[in-house]
């Protein structure tokens, strides 16, 4: 069962320049491009300077004839989803921000099996699971942004990633080329997966869950929702946590928060960004903060742990530079000492 209509491409996609980009692309049926939006719209972080255009593609098709179009005249873009895992910078983006959301939202599900599109939400996914009376995808219930962002990034939560349920993942390539990657293919590690690329956009993913009693799966989501509530800080713009955790140093110091916290930073702050009061792994935007105010703080706890304890924590969010160049934050802070 697939929900994507696989298209054999033969648009001929005219030449572009940057300039002319949003003209371009207009051609394209079933796509909204918007000029010059301010990414601290897009961002849960509310952080960043304007992206020279932001395309979101309503189905398979359109993505396919936006990458190809992209891809012919090598104008910069950058794949998002929700953008709740991303830092954008103060300068903005010089490029195309390609994003696929609740446009691209369906799913459907067969016993154990489930097939659902990028786009859609991971809460919604996770309880559309659950309601079909499926165990797998509890741990996803809590956590903001959409499926395609989740299964880039092999997220999850209780120790668990979504790539242990994933049995393949279609993507398209700068080419507008349709494949398909079985769980191998993509190479899924703590955070990590083969799909943190550039030049690929995930268009949907299958999954094989396990059945369980519906009201058991329920009472486990909320649970986690309960905890969650408890232990994150969500009232003020974030995007979760930071840094990610070293086996190595857990075993040591413990988890990145409980080293941030012993250390002394929790409540820091850098101009409008703060280490927050109540989760020293949680960056929040008290009003205003930018770009560098929370690199300014990645840094200063970078620096600050590794003189304590010798461990060098790296960043799960990741930086979107002006070049469009996407990069886990800790590469981007400015001293250069620790780049
Ligand atoms: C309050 C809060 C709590 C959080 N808790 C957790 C948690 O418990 N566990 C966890 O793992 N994460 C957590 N996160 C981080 C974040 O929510 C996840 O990483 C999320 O899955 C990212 O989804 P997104 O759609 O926002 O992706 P984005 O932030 O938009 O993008 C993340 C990455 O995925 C790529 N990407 C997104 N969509 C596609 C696509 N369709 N094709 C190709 N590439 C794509 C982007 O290029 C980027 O590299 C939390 C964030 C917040 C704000």
């Not at 010089?94 to 097939?115: D, E, K, W």
Request: proline share 5%; charged share 20%.
């Amino acid at each position: 069962m697939a929900l994507l209509v696989t298209v054999e491409l033969t648009v001929n996609t005219p030449k572009i320049s940057s300039k002319n980009v949003s003209s371009l692309l207009g051609n394209i049926k079933n796509v909204e491009i918007s000029s010059h939006v301010p990414l601290k719209y897009v961002g849960r972080w509310q952080i960043g300077g304007p992206a020279d255009v932001v395309v979101e593609p309503l189905d398979a098709r359109a993505v396919s004839e936006v990458l190809k179009c992209l891809g012919a005249e090598k104008v910069p873009f950058l794949v998002i989803g929700d953008g709740t895992n991303l830092l954008f910078d103060d300068a903005g983006f010089r490029g195309v921000v390609l994003r696929i959301g609740r446009r691209m939202s369906q799913i459907a599900i067969n016993g154990t099996h489930v097939v659902a599109q990028a786009g859609i939400w991971t809460p919604v996914f996770a309880r559309k699971v659950g309601c079909a009376g499926l165990t797998g995808a509890e741990h996803t219930v809590g956590i903001p942004g959409t499926l395609g962002g989740l299964v880039v990034m092999n997220g999850g939560s209780q120790r668990k990633g979504i790539g242990s349920n994933l049995v393949s993942a279609t993507v398209v390539d700068i080419d507008g080329k349709v494949n398909i990657l079985d769980r191998n293919a993509c190479e899924f590690s703590y955070r990590k997966s083969n799909l943190q690329r550039p030049d690929l956009v995930l268009l949907e993913a299958a999954f094989e869950f396990s059945t369980a009693n519906k009201a058991d799966v329920r009472r486990r989501m909320i649970e986690i929702m309960v905890s969650r509530r408890k232990k994150f800080p969500l009232r003020l713009p974030n995007c979760g946590s930071v840094f990610l955790s070293d086996p190595k140093m857990y075993d040591v110091v413990g988890p990145p928060g409980k080293a941030i916290e012993d250390a002394g930073l929790r409540g820091r702050r850098i101009g409008g960004a703060q280490i927050a009061p109540g989760h020293g792994n949680f960056i929040v935007n008290l009003g205003g903060a930018t770009s560098s105010d929370v690199l300014g703080l990645i840094d200063l706890i970078r620096r600050t742990i590794f003189e304590r304890s010798g461990f060098l924590m790296d960043c799960e969010v990741r930086h979107v530079r002006p070049d469009g160049l996407l990069q886990p934050a800790h590469l981007s802070v400015q001293s250069g000492k620790w780049n």
